[in-house]
Nanobody
Framework: VQLQAFGGGLVQAGGSLRLSCTAS????????VAWFRQAPGREREFVTAVGWSGSSTYCADSVKGRFTISRDNAKNTVYLQMNSLKPEDTAVYYC?????????????????WGQGTEVTVSS
């Protein structure tokens, strides 16, 4: 699966952005897809994930109630709606897919990664 993330940009605190992750390959519709983020000088961290059908989701405590993940398998696309953005949400956001034996919350749990899209939240 080849992934491409886009939709990042500059937004003021309290604002919203929607990221998209599009994929090529049939495996996309049958695999969990996740979003991770990496702020400057920090390790890449889990944000949220959605199961293949869209009915199961996983979310980091830091974004619960503000970020929503969804998917449209017909379009091979996963969305990340980010509301009430905070300066600490500033990071490069990556989508990942194709689970392996690792945890859904771990970078090691995914085989395929997109190139990342940058989100900057100003205070």
């Amino acid at each position: 699966v080849q992934l491409q993330a886009f939709g990042g940009g500059l937004v003021q605190a309290g604002g919203s952005l929607r990221l998209s992750c599009t994929a090529s390959g049939r495996a996309f519709s049958s695999t969990t897809v996740a979003w991770f983020r990496q702020a400057p000088g920090r390790e890449r961290e889990f944000v949220t994930a959605v199961g293949w059908s869209g009915s199961s989701t996983y979310c980091a405590d830091s974004v619960k109630g503000r970020f929503t993940i969804s998917r449209d398998n017909a379009k091979n696309t996963v969305y990340l709606q980010m509301n009430s953005l905070k300066p600490e949400d500033t990071a490069v956001y990556y989508c990942a897919a194709e689970r392996n034996a690792g945890s859904v919350y771990s970078t090691g749990g995914y085989k395929s990664w997109g190139q990342g899209t940058e989100v900057t939240v100003s205070s």
